[in-house]
């Protein structure tokens, strides 16, 4: 069977709730052998934490944009004390999710700018890899990348990445993987799928975003959801299902996918490959 890493899953969405056990021991059934658990806010920091122990998994601790509005100048110090405490946790696998959003109305985009470039500083201050939200954000969030890197090169994955050809290139030099999930399943998705099918293969890794991004046999249009169609709901199971899509837009065999996506994982969060020597669940590497 082949095994992924889903680089990027919200476990501890409520709308899991009690069934997150099933939903994970699912996913491990279908060859999700490790999920990466991204904090959103301070009150998060604990679950995702103890999430991650629980379930054998990894997480990232770090303020998303869209909880700028709420955090407080505070929630940074306490970003900074969580990850001097969880120094030694190899399940601490990134400082994330992090980054902009210009798609969501009323934000105030300064203040994002502000978490997200004191968020970066933490990351180099730790030592730790970045998990990058970027929607409709790429410049602004490569400006902030390159200002604080210091002459090194970043450890991190582009979430759910949504730019052009320019603006992916420009990423992976500076050191980025780029995240790629539900999206790329609609075949209207022209571009995303282009990129999907001619990066370099190092270049990318696999995610969920679960339970949001659902893939096309999971969305509902607004059409439907007024007919009384649920919206469906994106789990870490549909991982291989999703990278089907990845390895027939790149003519290649889902094993090939698998062993490439999950090799990138492991190069760009280092301690993943501590977790995964640990897991009963790990697949020999090459």
């Given at each position: 069977?082949?095994?992924?890493?889903?680089?990027h899953?919200?476990?501890?969405?409520?709308?899991?709730?009690?069934?997150?056990?099933?939903?994970r021991?699912?996913?491990?059934?279908?060859?999700?052998?490790?999920?990466?658990?991204?904090?959103?806010?301070?009150?998060?920091?604990?679950?995702v934490?103890?999430?991650?122990h629980?379930?054998?998994?990894?997480?990232?601790?770090?303020?998303?944009p869209?909880?700028?509005?709420?955090?407080?100048?505070?929630?940074?110090?306490?970003?900074?004390a969580?990850?001097?405490?969880?120094?030694?946790d190899?399940?601490?696998?990134?400082?994330?999710?992090?980054g902009?959003?210009?798609?969501?109305?009323?934000?105030?985009?300064?203040?994002?700018?502000?978490?997200?470039?004191?968020?970066?500083?933490l990351?180099?201050?730790?030592?730790?890899?970045?998990?990058?939200h970027?929607?409709?954000?790429?410049?602004?969030?490569?400006?902030?990348?390159?200002?604080?890197?210091?002459g090194?090169?970043?450890?991190?994955?582009?979430?759910?990445?949504?730019?052009s050809e320019?603006?992916?290139?420009?990423?992976?030099a500076?050191?980025?993987?780029?995240?790629?999930?539900?999206?790329?399943?609609?075949?209207?998705?022209?571009q995303?799928?282009r990129?999907?099918?001619?990066?370099p293969?190092?270049?990318?890794?696999?995610?969920?975003?679960?339970?949001?991004?659902?893939?096309?046999?999971l969305?509902?249009?607004?059409?439907?959801?007024d007919?009384?169609?649920?919206?469906?709901?994106?789990?870490?199971?549909?991982?291989?299902?999703?990278?089907?899509?990845?390895?027939?837009?790149?003519?290649?065999?889902?094993?090939?996918?698998a062993?490439a996506?999950t090799?990138?994982?492991?190069?760009?969060?280092?301690?993943?490959?501590?977790?995964?020597?640990?897991s009963?669940?790990?697949?020999?590497?090459?």
């Amino acid at each position: 069977m082949a095994t992924f890493i889903d680089t990027h899953c919200h476990l501890d969405a409520h709308e899991f709730g009690a069934e997150m056990p099933a939903i994970r021991a699912r996913a491990a059934e279908r060859g999700v052998a490790m999920c990466v658990i991204p904090a959103v806010a301070a009150f998060n920091f604990q679950a995702v934490r103890e999430l991650a122990h629980l379930q054998g998994d990894a997480y990232a601790l770090g303020i998303h944009p869209l909880c700028t509005g709420q955090a407080a100048d505070a929630d940074l110090e306490a970003l900074d004390a969580e990850l001097t405490a969880r120094r030694d946790d190899p399940r601490l696998v990134a400082v994330g999710e992090i980054g902009l959003d210009y798609f969501v109305e009323g934000l105030d985009g300064d203040r994002q700018e502000r978490f997200f470039h004191t968020q970066l500083q933490l990351a180099r201050k730790h030592g730790l890899p970045i998990l990058i939200h970027v929607r409709r954000s790429v410049d602004k969030v490569l400006k902030h990348l390159r200002q604080t890197a210091g002459g090194k090169p970043w450890l991190g994955i582009a979430h759910a990445f949504n730019g052009s050809e320019q603006q992916a290139e420009a990423c992976i030099a500076l050191g980025l993987k780029l995240g790629f999930g539900g999206a790329v399943t609609f075949e209207r998705a022209l571009q995303l799928r282009r990129l999907a099918a001619s990066l370099p293969m190092e270049s990318i890794v696999m995610e969920t975003d679960a339970p949001d991004i659902q893939p096309h046999w999971l969305y509902r249009t607004q059409a439907q959801r007024d007919a009384g169609q649920p919206q469906g709901r994106n789990e870490p199971g549909e991982l291989p299902r999703i990278a089907e899509v990845v390895a027939g837009l790149r003519g290649i065999g889902i094993e090939e996918l698998a062993a490439a996506t999950t090799r990138n994982a492991l190069d760009v969060l280092p301690r993943l490959q501590i977790l995964m020597a640990m897991s009963e669940r790990a697949p020999h590497i090459a």
